[in-house]
């Protein structure tokens, strides 16, 4: 009998754990599509901060914080998925970044934050 309830035990507590909800990162990696992704770059962010990520965009000279260089500097917010999504939908305004909560939908917010972890050297 006791060997029985140690063996529910484990297949219960196995099932609970598949059966809990992935976390942002997984979600975003298995969601993610590069196209888009470098599509919202290009359009969106690519004017400041520069086609490979380097802070270097023409527009970025027109601001009064230089943008960021994605492969050399930190994160206002730290550099995972969660973080990169944050500054993007929410913008860092006081460094001349607008937020792009109203602008982007879920699905290229999601694609242009890994784009920008994944492609762009992070």
């Given at each position: 009998?006791?060997?029985?309830?140690?063996?529910?035990?484990?297949?219960?507590?196995?099932?609970?754990?598949?059966?809990?909800?992935?976390?942002?990162?997984?979600?975003?990696?298995?969601?993610?599509?590069?196209?888009?992704?470098?599509?919202?770059?290009?359009?969106?962010?690519?004017?400041?901060?520069?086609?490979?990520?380097?802070?270097?965009?023409?527009?970025?000279?027109?601001?009064?914080?230089?943008?960021?260089?994605?492969?050399?500097?930190?994160?206002?917010?730290?550099?995972?998925?969660?973080?990169?999504?944050?500054?993007i939908k929410k913008g860092i305004v006081q460094?001349?970044?607008?937020?792009?909560?109203?602008?982007?939908?879920?699905?290229?917010?999601?694609?242009?934050?890994?784009?920008?972890?994944?492609?762009?050297?992070?």
């Amino acid at each position: 009998m006791n060997s029985r309830y140690k063996r529910v035990a484990a297949v219960t507590i196995a099932l609970f754990a598949f059966s809990c909800d992935k976390s942002d990162d997984q979600k975003a990696t298995h969601a993610y599509d590069a196209n888009k992704g470098k599509a919202v770059y290009a359009v969106h962010c690519q004017s400041c901060h520069g086609e490979a990520g380097s802070g270097d965009g023409f527009m970025g000279s027109k601001t009064a914080t230089k943008p960021r260089n994605y492969k050399e500097e930190g994160f206002y917010y730290g550099s995972d998925f969660a973080a990169i999504r944050k500054t993007i939908k929410k913008g860092i305004v006081q460094n001349g970044m607008p937020a792009f909560d109203s602008i982007l939908s879920e699905e290229e917010l999601n694609a242009v934050s890994m784009y920008i972890r994944n492609t762009l050297g992070l």
